[in-house]
């Protein structure tokens, strides 16, 4: 690699590790992840994604609890299935932000 690149490359990699660094941000990671199927506000949509805002199994779940859920999802067959759809894992996702995510469902939460 040319010596004159080094200056340039140390300093894109130091400008990131804050971004690593910095904890997860649940809505950022719901956006990323959820919306699609779940809706921007939580509010589902038609024959993709669950209401998280109403669910009660969102309200009753515990966070933890909650956490594992979306690490690793849920068959459509799946008798608490609300859907009959299937849910993906995200297993991939750092317990940081599996927790993040958590923490920003159920906050959106309006179920009675």
Do not use: Y
């Not at 990671?29 to 506000?41: D, M, R």
């Not at 067959?77 to 995510?101: C, K, N, Q, Y």
């Amino acid at each position: 690699m040319n010596n004159r690149l080094w200056p340039v490359v140390l300093m894109v990699v130091c400008a990131t590790i804050p971004a690593f660094a910095a904890a997860a941000d649940g809505g950022d990671v719901f956006a990323q992840n959820c919306l699609a199927c779940h809706g921007s506000g939580g509010e589902g949509i038609e024959n993709l994604g669950a209401n998280l805002r109403d669910s009660a199994f969102v309200r009753d779940t515990a966070a933890a609890a909650l956490v594992e859920f979306l690490r690793v999802g849920r068959f459509p067959d799946d008798p608490a299935s609300a859907t009959g759809r299937p849910m993906p894992g995200f297993g991939w996702l750092t317990d940081g932000e599996l927790e993040a995510v958590a923490a920003f469902i159920k906050s959106r939460s309006s179920a009675p």
